[in-house]
């Protein structure tokens, strides 16, 4: 069996990509003249945790990671599609490939560690990916398990359990 990596989001990001024709694709933002933006992936079998949403505390000001239930609430539930992690490129290589200054690099990487992630575990893609073509597409349930998305879906559906942000 092939090793996935996976490109962790969250089910409000759905509808973007639906809207785009069921298509990942490489974020543009925040790039400088040059730079080339980067659809994001992780060999992180469970969750990623750069892709954790954050806030600011209101009593001290300092950002916080949300919980995996506030997540929820807030975003919808938590999702990931696989793609084989032998046709993504490494994090070593790819940040070379990006065109990023030593600086953007050395502050992806510290962002990353002060959250608990492994720069290591990071590969991408500099093309877009159809969701279809993706061999895995799960959702993952409040008991923790990444189950497939078509059964998240279905729960929808059937009314089983609320729209995010119900």
């Known amino acids: 069996m092939e090793t996935l990596a996976y490109h962790y989001t ?17 974020v543009p933002d925040n790039f400088a003249p040059g730079e080339r933006p980067v659809l994001w992936f992780s060999s992180a079998p ?32 938590p999702i990931r599609f696989g ?10 290589t790819l940040q070379l490939l990006a065109g990023w200054s030593a600086a953007r690099t050395a502050a ?3 962002a990353a560690r002060a959250v608990g ?17 993706c061999p895995v597409t799960e959702a993952l349930s409040p008991e923790g ?3 497939p998305l078509q059964d998240l ?14």
Not at 51 to 65: F, H, K, M, N
Not at 118 to 132: K, N, Y
Not at 153 to 166: E, K, S, V, W
């Open 10 to 26: 969250f089910e409000a990001a759905l509808t973007p990509i639906l809207n785009d024709g069921g298509t990942l694709r490489p």
């Open 46 to 77: 469970h969750w990623e945790p750069s892709a954790t949403r954050w806030r600011l505390d209101p009593q001290s000001g300092e950002r916080q990671p949300v919980s995996v239930e506030e997540m929820r609430q807030r975003f919808g539930w």
């Open 108 to 110: 992806f990487e510290t």
């Open 83 to 92: 793609w084989p992690a032998a046709a993504l490129v490494p994090w070593d």
């Open 117 to 133: 992630a492994d720069p290591a575990q990071w590969l991408g893609s500099f093309e877009a990916i159809a969701m279809t073509a």
């Open 145 to 147: 398990r990444w189950i």
């Open 153 to 166: 879906f279905d729960l929808r559906l059937t009314g089983a359990i609320p729209p995010p942000g119900a």
